[in-house]
């Protein structure tokens, strides 16, 4: 429980400080610039990405730095989430965002939602609601995924 409010707390402070810098550049980078659909758009494209495994797509959409929290509080590197698809180790049946919410700050945007999960992962099938934060990032190589992080929903017994 302790490292889940870590994990938290480490995620909101990279959004404000993202979020900050981004104000600071706002007026120097107006091109990047973006609106709320954009980034809806864009965490869809991501799910739809990560539904189908797709790995070549993962491999442009994510950037470099891409940090996968997920809802066990495994943390993964973009190389390590790629390889768990790659090889099979996962698999995750189709993600349909729902309650979605952007915000948008200059070349950022931080999605958030819920989603209802379906994973396979080395022999086990994963099942559960989940709230998630998806932190998008306009850079000159396009729109990337800098950083998700699942937490799950309780359901009652």
């Given amino acids: 429980m302790k490292s889940q409010r870590f994990i938290l707390l480490m995620f909101a402070a990279a959004v404000m400080f993202l979020s900050a810098a981004a104000g600071a550049q706002e007026k120097a980078t107006p091109a990047l610039a973006w609106d709320e659909s954009e980034a ?9 990405l990560v539904g ?4 070549a797509g993962l491999e442009k959409f994510l950037h470099d730095q891409y940090r996968h929290i997920h809802a066990t509080a495994l943390v ?3 190389g390590q989430f790629i390889e768990a698809l ?3 180790t996962r698999k995750y049946d189709p ?3 729902e309650e979605s919410d952007v915000r948008v700050f200059g070349d950022s945007a931080l999605v958030t939602g819920k989603f209802n999960l379906k994973a396979f992962s080395r022999g086990k ?5 989940n709230r998630f934060g998806l932190l998008l990032v306009k850079t000159p ?7 998700f992080q699942a937490t799950p929903i309780p359901q009652p017994k």
């Avoid at 864009?42 to 799910?47: E, F, L, M, T």
């Avoid at 189908?52 to 790995?55: L, M, V, W």
């Avoid at 099938?125 to 609601?129: A, F, L, Q, R």
Wanted: avoid cysteine.
């Fill in 52 to 55: 189908q495994a797709d790995i």
């Fill in 141 to 147: 190589r396009g729109l990337q995924a800098v950083s």
């Fill in 40 to 48: 809806l758009k864009g965490a869809q494209h991501w799910a739809l």
């Fill in 76 to 78: 993964e590197t973009k």
């Fill in 86 to 88: 790659k090889s099979g």
């Fill in 95 to 97: 993600i349909q965002i």
């Fill in 125 to 129: 099938v994963i099942e559960g609601v």
